[in-house]
């Protein structure tokens, strides 16, 4: 049914992720005559769309709406319109997912950073003590976005023995449940392999701290090429950004990396199912509370805290879930002075209520 307009394109786009689902969406802007295309770059009013008749630059005055988080950005499929001058995006077929980053305004508004992304690769490096919290809130955003995350342990050659290395993915893997957790080297070529395979089935980002290993697994990925342009970089010490303007790339071992300047930092925002999934093993000891809203401090009959006195969840892991959740509802509330007082109210009568139970627990033992 849709094949005949939408197929025609199909070779040019594969590469960038265009399939079945995407032709069918798009088959009511083939008919106007728009040309389908991805996003590989936004700036101010522009972006660089690559097409069927190679990459087109187009204004997209008609798809900027006042929601910050339905603005075109990196990883969109559009319909553009080729003929005139200039040339214009015309719609932005449905995301899949979106990666969001908290804005520091005052309007409760995050910014969109990605779009369409199949694989948040979350790379952790093993040249540093592990920071098991800080993989939770890379995997809490990647959650949130719609994407698979993927912890990539990169540095493996600092860490030679076996041993030790299956104790640290051991570790991650608890922190992480339902996610692949990859050993790498880029210096000895370990997990490489395995990683281009695992990426080729999709879009990806790369999100981890400054110094993971991001760049070193970017120019594995892509290639000796682009790796040749940023070493050239690294020599006068800052990114020409000029070289590379490309934030969307089709790798050549298949798929597609976008990575944008603004991503590999990213906040957490509004990620309230993500932390869920990150700590889905809390919630589930959580469902056997006696109290619907347990806080999981000191609530008579908490299924969480029984589970933390035999042995059986990790003090760790708890306080984690609960300085993610706290920073998530700030994150949420600096911008909506009213859910702020509400959450303030909810602090006052938990604590309240904690110490109520702690006397009374106390009392108990006298
Ligand atoms: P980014 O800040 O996350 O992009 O991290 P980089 O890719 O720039 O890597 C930070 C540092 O770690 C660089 O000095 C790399 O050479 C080094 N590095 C990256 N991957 C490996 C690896 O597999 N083994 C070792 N020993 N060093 C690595
Ligand atoms: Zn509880």
Known sequence: MTSSSASPVLPALAPYGWDEAWADAFVPYAAEGLLPGRVIRVDRGQCDVVTPSGVLRADTAFVTPHDPLRVVCTGDWVAVEAGGNPRYVRACLPRRTAFVRSTSSKRSEGQILAANVDHAIVAVSLAAELDLGR????????????????????????????????????????????????????????????????????????????????????????????????????????????????????????????????????GLYDAESGVGQVFSEIEELAERCRFHDCAHTAEPGCAVLAAVDAGELAVRRLESYRKLIRENQWIVAKTDARLRAEIRRDWKRKGAEGRAAMEAKRGRRR
């Open 135 to 266: 993989v939770e809130r890379f995997l809490a955003l990647a959650w949130e976005s719609g994407a698979q995350p993927l912890v990539v342990l990169t540095k493996a050659d600092l860490v030679p023995d076996p041993v030790t290395r299956s104790h640290l993915v051991q570790d991650v893997e608890l922190s992480a449940p339902g996610v692949t957790v990859l050993l790498v080297s880029a210096v000895e070529g370990d997990g490489l392999d395995v990683l281009v395979s695992l990426v080729s089935g999709g879009t990806s980002v790369l999100l981890g701290q400054s110094g993971a290993g991001k760049s070193t697994l970017a120019n594995t990925l892509i290639g000796e090429d682009v790796m040749d342009v940023r070493a050239a970089r690294d020599v006068d010490g800052k990114g020409r950004h000029t070289t590379t303007t490309r934030n969307l790339l089709a790798l050549p071992g298949g798929g597609v990396l976008i990575d944008t300047p603004g991503l590999r930092g990213v």
